[in-house]
């Protein structure tokens, strides 16, 4: 017999960048380029800097005018040994495409709401603004607020377009 301490007790939301469930996921592998210009941490938004046949592709921190890529998954071992949330160059990470992943809420969101993440301090929010960037086929899976984590579903279309900041 398992011993379970509180079985109806809800459990507890997972860290940014881990799968929220077992559904359907899909992610790919990739190596980091550009933390000197926007850091990547755990949960991130990120596009392809460049990409090869070879298993040499490389992602950085998603930035207007850029295609969104996906999310960035957690990894406790990153290369960055001052702090371990956050990926340095080089990295090997996975970028989930397709799932329900955990990210940091940047304000009160809703369940279904389009999702839009803002750079300045690398949180999801529900609405456009200045410098927000809108990511494309996410939407809220759970209500939401601010400086909690928030599960989001996402599944990036291959061949997207441009995402533009709100002005």
């Not at 090869?52 to 490389?58: M, P, Q």
């Not at 992943?101 to 301090?121: E, H, L, N, R």
């Not at 927000?132 to 061949?159: A, K, M, S, Y």
Request: proline letters at 6%.
């Amino acid at each position: 017999m398992a011993l379970m301490p509180a079985p109806k007790t809800k459990p507890a939301a997972g860290l940014p960048g881990q799968f929220q469930n077992m559904e359907e996921w899909n992610a790919f592998t990739a190596f980091v380029t550009g933390t000197s210009t926007k850091a990547i941490g755990f949960g991130h938004p990120v596009s392809i800097a460049g990409q090869a046949g070879d298993g040499t592709a490389t992602v950085k921190a998603l930035a207007t005018t850029e295609v969104f890529a996906g999310i960035t998954r957690e990894n406790i071992c990153t290369g960055n040994q001052a702090d371990q949330t956050l990926y340095a160059d080089g990295d090997v990470i996975g970028v989930a495409t397709k799932g329900v992943i955990f990210v940091m809420a940047g304000g009160t969101v809703s369940a279904g709401g389009k999702v839009f993440f803002d750079p300045s301090d690398n949180t999801y929010v529900g609405s456009a603004g200045t410098g927000i960037l809108p990511l494309p086929n996410c939407e809220f899976d759970q209500n939401g607020t601010d400086g909690n984590v928030v599960p989001i579903r996402l599944n990036v279309i291959p061949g997207g377009t441009a995402v533009t900041a709100g002005t």
